[in-house]
């Protein structure tokens, strides 16, 4: 997935979330980097963090979980790779030094549709893997229609091509348009499905 086109250019945007509540995600542009004890203080002694960049629509996360200086750690090095990023490559390349990184985006396990920052109030489908979603994608579509997520037209949506090792992360892309109504779209999902592969 680092070489899909969505993550070539440089990431634009990098925010954080504590125990998965994006809607209060705390969002800082790339060229301007959180000093040290604004990282600390939101973390406040959090055991879990979760950090994304932006890349446009399309964006790259991971969740961390471990002693609460571990977690500062992680979060300062997800800060220092998106600041010190001059393209997507330098991003990826930076990311995949940190210790609990290392050969991150080897394996797509699952993929999950959702509203963008309203993962949690909105509603989100597990999918399971891109290779069974495909193998009949209709009954999907026929299946995610049908849903709260699919019927809120006022969020943005993505498809996270999730991997589990060596820690959850994921590679998001838009799966709606990108001014309201935000609708599913069938071929921006199938497409996004198809790059997993």
Known sequence: ??????????PSLGQFAKNG??????????????IQAQVSDYLAGATEIAFEAFFGDAFFGARFYGETQDV?????SCVDALCAATDGASFFSQI?????????????????????????SVGSQ???????????????WSTLTSTALARNTSHAKAVE???????HH???????????PFALNRNLLFNALQSAQ
Do not use: C
């Open 1 to 10: 997935m680092i070489s899909h086109p969505a993550f070539k250019a440089l």
């Open 21 to 34: 509540m994006w809607e209060k995600a705390w969002e800082f542009p790339q060229h301007t980097r959180p």
């Open 72 to 76: 500062v750690q992680f979060a300062s």
């Open 96 to 120: 995949s030094r940190i210790k609990y990184l290392s050969g991150f985006g080897q394996e797509i396990s699952f993929a999950e549709v959702g509203a963008v920052n309203s993962w949690q």
């Open 126 to 140: 597990n999918i399971g893997s891109p290779r069974e979603a495909l193998r009949d994608f209709n009954a999907l």
């Open 161 to 167: 091509l999730a991997g589990l090792s060596p820690i």
């Open 170 to 180: 994921w590679f998001a892309l838009p799966i709606s348009a990108t001014e309201p």
